[in-house]
């Protein structure tokens, strides 16, 4: 196994080649390229994947402590670095790489049936390929370096899909902002880099892993200040990637991008490299002890994660849009995940990365149907009623709704609640945040429920014309929506082990991280012993205090979510009323000046935006052209009579002059060939 | 073999005549002749990098009234070596390029480009002063040539501005080199260090001036890049690939080849002078860059920022910084050879290159956009291009020296996406203009020229261990004696703070 990983990231970047040259060779075609042709590679490339993925994760399960790596050459090898480009393949990427492969396949899938008619169609499945190819890379590669270039590939194939539709410069500028705003994270990303190197001495995952979790208590003290910064750049560059204040603006933006790309790059996947990354170098985020501004790395995770989640979550009360609706959640949600790694537990965050991976991809996808079913139309406020119309639709969505919501048993119940347990766990500052999520989790019953109730059952904004032309939901598109609904509903399963019956331990999943966070955690909280529950079980006494948390929390997040649901129930359930949208009021994506994201756009405009351009001008006008110039014309003028000469060379005499010159430089050349000193 | 280097330089010189002679005055026949025989060259360079051509010192005529000899005295290294091949395939990419852009007087354009590249191969091989600076000055008449030939409508204006401009930066360099000639006898590379560094220290400042001079200038090194911009705006595009792509080079060369070597202790004291003027030029570059709206001044105002990077890097004297200069300067060749070539191609149709000018160019030229979207990611070094590792490799030895070099450097790697992004969108993306209409899809041959740039770009990307191990470590040798004195001059501070041990420099005075 080996020495075919890297056919796993391989194989849809064959993919991405073969459809993008089709596309271009169809480009002059009146139709373009051969769909079912385009359609089979772009399909196929990626299943490849997944299934090589699945045949690594058994070969690893017989030997979960030595992950399966490949080196593949050297790669960057120069004064302090010495760094191959190598493949590693341990429980987190294996995690992380089926369902990134799984869903990357369904969605591609999806997409056949979703994008089939559009002109653009090769084209957006290379896209889809090359940006799972860069995904995988960003999952399996060995080292930090590796990551960075899937890290940086899934903001290129993002920016790409965002402006797919590249005609309405709307959402250009959309995509342009979704790149620009990922390098300011970037530069994070690099300088953290360079910090890290500073400490470890490689960038390498393993040697990293095996740096920290030696716990030289004096050797980590003498280098707090590196660790420390290390740890914040490279969560800032987290906070670009996954869309957490600061650097959140871009991703509503970035549903400007046809609905599959939404499912897929800003919802299941891309968004969540933030919290994979802190997981991967959990070592470091625990170690970095050192308060800065009064809280330490960990600490600053969990407070910048619970904003977001409560702004998000704030902000999707707010939406007419549906795919907007579902990117604040989105955001909320990727809140939820950063407060569980900032309480020191990883795999939950992960395990929510899982779970919402599935719910939020059906609820992308339903969305999908809605709008390809409704012709186009993404306002909330021209829907309603919708449960008659399109049933299965409903019935797929309403799945992803109540996993969502955290009700039992839905795979969003067991996640959300892990991540409350955590958060009042790890205590202190905890106790206080995790409160706060326990309230945020009813405003996202609240804003989830709204979007249901106005699209599928209030009085219905329907037109007719478009009600009596519904368009029906494909079978390449239903398929993927069955198979990621069931997901929603059983994924949260996991984490209770696909029950005891089969002889697991009751926290199979965090049984299956252990081995790559587990060290962390429990160096981060040695009394809850998470990573070792199951020993912990037999042990009775502190187990009590646990399940007594354990199930208050899953009461009180049902609470909340039932509170948060039955309230927008009672205040939607009769829909807009007489508030129709004015025609020709667009919800589209607006590039700098979607709602709600507007006060950071506004204060980015104001503090960042408009000075670089005026720096830029100032710069131009006033230095360039004034003083550089000007400067050079006073000498300049001083030559002009000296140029004078030259210019009265003329064309007729150039070629002469021209060749006279060579022919003396190689006269020259050949004199002094001639004197040359017989030896 | 024992004159292959010589071989070398006098082949394309050679091939300049023969073009010049012998040009059928049809500009096909031109065009192929020209381009086969700037291949023919370019493979005969390529034993270079296995360094299969040995050294070889001539005496060639006396310096009259000075008592030094000019020698013929060539040898390649891994920095020769690798610029080299920049300036030995961009050559035959540009005159493959150039079709569109030069029309029918292609025989005087495919004489001049082979010209330069003689004279350019010259300067990187040559290890005597005085031949050495008769190359990098020579370079300058073919360029002008093309410029006054082929370049836009203030075209004879930016020649004379581009000569006198350069030439001014030089003359004091060779005043420089007579003086030493005069002093020291020699002209010789290899002699000299051991002789400025026995000079009193004025005379050693003055010499540093003239140095410098010359090779900030065509770096160029702001404040002294009055020139470029505009010479950019008024060449061709396949002659700016060359410009930008390989003869800019040679200021970073004479930098890591003359003035490190020769004045190390006055390169580590004046070390932050240059980062902080590189500095101004990669953060200050990209945001006038973002101000332009044509694209060639664009292109111009990010080559500023990118090659003050390299000087930030070039005078930390940090090994990784190093060898992130040797990357980056093929990196960046390869990188701003391609989009003048594609920027050249849409001048050819349209007669402008406005940033405003087009829109909607990805539907009528689809490669076009496909290619020039690759080049602009390259240049916005992307991980997977050589111009990312060679960023990666500089970033990593400023942060070494000092984290806020890396940070405010870094703000460039933020800066660049917005002005190519930019140029993008309203070039490729965005409603059809009724502007872009003379813009087709780019011919074949322009496409042949780009493509290997591109390879080249993502090749060195992934594998940059062949241009590290040779190039890298040339530069870092080159640097070794500028590292020393820079860290001789660190712990100069706490020596006062130990009377008891009485300091051993203080006695040898």
């Known amino acids: ?679 | 073999m024992q004159y292959a280097l010589l071989v070398l330089l006098v082949a394309p010189a050679l091939a300049s005549l023969i073009a010049a002679v012998s040009s059928p005055q049809q500009s096909a026949a031109d065009h192929r002749l020209g381009f086969f025989l700037s291949l023919l060259v370019a493979a005969l360079g390529l034993p270079l990098l296995w360094n299969a051509y040995p050294a070889l010192s001539l005496p060639w005529f006396p310096l009259i009234g000075t008592g030094a000899t000019v020698h013929l005295s060539l040898a390649s290294d891994g920095l020769s070596a690798w610029l080299a091949q920049l300036v030995l395939w961009l050559t035959p990419a540009a005159i493959l390029g150039a079709r569109a852009t030069v029309g029918e007087r292609m025989g005087a354009f495919v004489t001049a480009v082979l010209a330069m590249e003689a004279l350019m191969l010259g300067a990187l091989f040559s290890r005597d002063l005085v031949v050495f600076y008769m190359c990098f000055e020579g370079m300058l008449i073919p360029m002008a040539v093309l410029i006054w030939l082929f370049g836009g409508h203030d075209r004879l204006s930016a020649a004379l501005w581009f000569v006198l401009y350069t030439m001014a930066g030089s003359i004091p360099l060779l005043l420089a080199i007579w003086w030493l000639a005069a002093q020291a006898g020699t002209v010789e590379l290899a002699a000299l260090p051991a002789f400025i560094a026995k000079l009193p220290a004025d005379q050693q400042g003055w010499l540093f001036l003239a140095f410098v001079l010359a090779f900030a200038v065509k770096v160029p090194l702001i404040p002294l890049h009055g020139w470029q911009a505009r010479t950019y705006a008024e060449t061709p595009g396949p002659a700016v690939a060359l410009l930008a792509g390989a003869m800019a080079k040679l200021g970073i060369y004479g930098f890591l080849r003359f003035v490190l070597p020769l004045f190390p202790v006055l390169s580590a004291e004046h070390a932050n002078t240059f980062i902080v003027l590189g500095l101004i030029g990669t953060v200050g570059g990209a945001l006038v860059a973002i101000a332009q709206d044509d694209a060639k001044r664009m292109l111009a105002y990010s080559s500023l920022s990118h090659l003050s990077l390299v000087m930030v890097g070039v005078f930390t004297f940090q090994t990784d910084a190093m060898h992130g200069t040797a990357v980056q300067m093929v990196a960046h060749g390869l990188s701003v050879g391609a989009l003048f070539l594609l920027v050249g191609w849409v001048e050819a149709k349209s007669g402008t290159y406005g940033v405003d000018d087009f829109g909607g160019l990805s539907s009528r030229a689809p490669l076009l956009a496909v290619l020039f979207v690759i080049a602009a990611l390259a240049s916005a070094a992307l991980p997977g291009t050589a111009n990312f590792v060679g960023e990666f490799a500089l970033l990593l030895g400023m942060w070494k020296s000092d984290p806020w070099i890396a940070a405010i450097a870094g703000l460039s790697v933020i800066l660049g996406v917005v002005y190519l992004l930019t140029l993008i969108q309203r070039w490729f993306y965005g409603r059809v203009h009724a502007s872009s209409e003379p813009v087709t899809e780019i011919s074949p041959a322009v496409a042949l020229a780009v493509l290997p740039l591109l390879f080249g770009a993502f090749a060195f990307g992934l594998f940059p261990g062949v241009i590290t191990r040779t190039a890298g470590a040339t530069c870092d040798a080159l640097a070794r004696p500028a590292r020393e004195a820079a860290a001789a001059r660190k712990p100069a501070a706490p020596i006062p703070q130990a009377p008891a041990a009485p300091a051993p420099a203080a006695e040898s005075h």
């Open chain 1, 1 to 679: 196994m080996d020495s075919v990983l890297w056919l796993i990231p391989v194989l849809p970047l064959l993919g991405a080649a073969i459809t993008g040259g089709l596309a271009l060779a169809g480009a002059k075609d009146a139709h373009g390229p051969n769909r079912g042709l385009v359609a089979t590679i772009a399909v196929l490339m990626p299943a490849l994947s997944f299934f090589l993925t699945i045949a690594a994760s058994v070969e690893l399960a017989k030997h979960p402590d030595y992950p399966i790596s490949q080196h593949l050459w050297t790669w960057l090898d120069f004064g302090s670095l010495h760094l191959n480009a190598s493949l590693l393949f341990d429980r987190l990427s294996s995690l992380m790489l089926l369902f990134v492969t799984g869903i990357g396949t369904l969605i591609t899938l999806y997409s056949v049936g979703y994008m089939g008619e559009d002109r653009g169609f090769a084209r957006f499945m290379s896209y889809l390929n090359l940006f799972l190819f860069s995904m995988i890379v960003l999952v399996i590669g060995g080292s930090l370096p590796m990551t960075f270039l899937g890290w940086e590939g899934v903001g290129l194939c993002s920016y790409l899909l965002v402006g797919f539709w590249h005609r309405n410069d709307d959402y250009n500028d959309a995509a342009r902002k979704a790149f620009v705003v990922n390098r300011v994270g970037d530069l994070g990303f690099l300088l953290g880099m360079f910090a890290l190197l500073a400490v470890v001495g490689s960038l390498d995952y393993e040697r990293i892993a095996g740096f920290f979790q030696q716990r030289d208590a004096t050797a980590l003290a003498g280098q707090s200040g590196l660790i420390a910064a290390a740890a914040l750049l490279l969560f800032f560059g987290c906070t670009g990637k996954s869309a957490q204040i600061p650097l959140v603006t871009w991703l509503p933006d970035a549903m400007a991008g046809p609905t599959p790309v939404s499912a897929l790059i800003h919802a299941a996947t891309m968004v969540t490299a933030g919290v994979f990354l802190i997981a991967r170098l959990s070592d470091l985020f625990v170690d970095a002890t050192l308060p800065v501004l009064g809280l330490n790395a960990l600490q600053w995770v969990m407070v910048v994660g619970c904003i977001t989640a409560v702004w998000g979550a704030i902000a999707g009360c707010f939406q007419h849009d549906i795919k907007k609706a579902l990117a604040y959640s989105t955001v909320s949600q990727l809140g939820f995940m950063f407060m569980a790694c900032g309480a020191g537990r990883f795999d939950v965050a992960l395990f929510h990365v899982f779970t919402h991976a599935f719910f939020k991809a059906t609820l992308f996808l339903g969305a999908g149907a809605v709008i390809h079913g409704l012709h186009h139309e993404q306002d909330l406020r021209r829907m309603g009623g919708l449960a008659r119309l399109m049933p299965f639709t409903g019935l797929i969505m309403g799945a992803g709704w109540l996993a969502i919501l955290g009700i039992a048993p839905f795979s969003g119940f067991w996640s959300k609640d892990l991540i409350l347990e955590s958060l009042f766990a790890s205590g202190g500052l905890g106790i206080a945040i995790g409160v706060v999520a326990v309230v945020t989790a009813g405003i996202t019953a609240y804003y989830m429920t709204r979007m249901m109730v106005l699209a599928f059952t209030a009085p219905t904004q329907v037109d007719d014309e478009t009600r009596n032309h519904i368009q029906a939901v494909p079978a390449t598109m239903a398929i993927p929506l069955v198979i990621l609904a069931v997901g929603s509903i059983g994924a949260g399963l996991l984490w209770m082990g696909l029950p005891a019956a089969y002889g697991c331990h009751t926290d199979w999943f965090a049984q299956y991280l252990a081995p790559v966070v587990g060290k962390a955690q429990a160096a981060f909280a040695p009394i809850p012993a998470p990573p070792g529950g199951h020993e912990a079980v037999a042990h009775g006494h502190a187990d009590a205090g646990h399940l007594t948390l354990a199930w208050s929390m899953a009461l009180a997040g049902t609470v909340a979510a039932v509170i948060g649901a039955a309230l927008a129930v009672v205040v939607w359930s009769k829909g807009y009323g007489t508030a129709k949208p004015e025609a020709g009021t667009s919800t589209a994506p607006t590039g700098f000046g979607g709602a709600w994201t507007y006060g950071f756009d506004r204060l980015y405009d104001a503090v960042v935006v408009l000075p670089t351009k005026i720096l830029g001008l100032a710069g131009y006008w006033l230095v360039e052209l004034l003083v550089i110039a000007g400067l050079t014309q006073l000498v300049a003028n001083a030559a002009r009579y000296v140029g004078d000469g030259y210019a009265a060379m003329q064309r007729p005499r150039l070629r002469m002059q021209l060749a006279l010159s060579i022919a003396g430089l190689v006269a020259i050349l050949i004199i002094v060939a001639a004197n040359i000193p017989k030896p």
